[in-house]
């Protein structure tokens, strides 16, 4: 399921996961977009720029940028993510499907579901969502 990976990005943000897990990032979602540009599009949104190398099973992402602004602006801490750090690993397990027809709608898309995913991710840490 796609919000899955949207949610695991943003633990990552938070600090709550050391990477994310992807399927194949070279794999096609949508009508255009690959799997990789979907993921850089989710952390770009938390102020968060990756980098990609590697292929297939091998592939992977890292930290190459961040806009300070923008993690302050969402309540996240530049101290927990480092430049270089591998935040994103190819699992070759996973698979993920996006079905959607308007690629011009695409960071509308994105941005909505990395709220919620933020919004998830800080539910799951606070202390009155474990009762």
Do not use: W
């Not at 050391?18 to 599009?41: K, P, W």
């Not at 690629?103 to 474990?130: C, F, N, W, Y």
């Amino acid at each position: 399921m796609i919000t899955s990976l949207p949610v695991q990005i943003a633990e990552v943000a938070l600090g709550q996961r050391e990477h994310a897990l992807t399927g194949y990032l070279s794999s096609i979602i949508g009508t255009e977009t690959t799997l990789r540009d979907f993921v850089r599009l989710c952390f770009a949104e938390l102020g968060i720029e990756v980098a990609f190398s590697g292929k297939d099973a091998h592939e992977k992402g890292v930290v190459i940028d961040m806009d300070e602004e923008r993690l302050a602006e969402l309540g996240l801490s530049p101290d927990i993510i480092r430049f270089g750090q591998t935040i994103v690993r190819a699992d070759t397990n996973t698979g993920y499907s996006l079905d959607f027809n308007n690629e011009q709608h695409l960071d509308i898309l994105v941005g909505e579901l990395m709220v919620l995913a933020l919004t998830t991710a800080k539910d799951k840490r606070s202390p009155s969502s474990m009762n």
